[in-house]
C-alpha cells in the first residue's frame, strides 16, 4: 500500500490538485503494479514565508 507525501507552498486551486494526484497515483500505480484503490497521496499546503532556502525565507 504505497503512501506519497507531497509538499506544496499554498495557492493551488483544488482542481489542479486532484489532477496532480491522479497524475501521481497513476505514475506509482505504472511504476508499482500497486492497485489504484490501495495508492494514498498525502498533500501538506505549507502556508508562504513559513520555509527557507539556503537560510533564507521563501
Known sequence: MPFVH???VEGRT???LES???DV???VHKN???PKEHIH???NEMKKGT???N???K
Open 20 to 22: 496532480m494526484m491522479k
Open 14 to 16: 483544488p482542481e489542479a
Open 32 to 34: 508499482t503494479g500497486a
Open 25 to 27: 497515483t497513476e505514475a
Open 55 to 57: 537560510g533564507e525565507w
Open 6 to 8: 507531497i509538499e506544496l
Open 41 to 43: 497521496i498525502i498533500i
Open 51 to 53: 520555509y527557507g532556502v
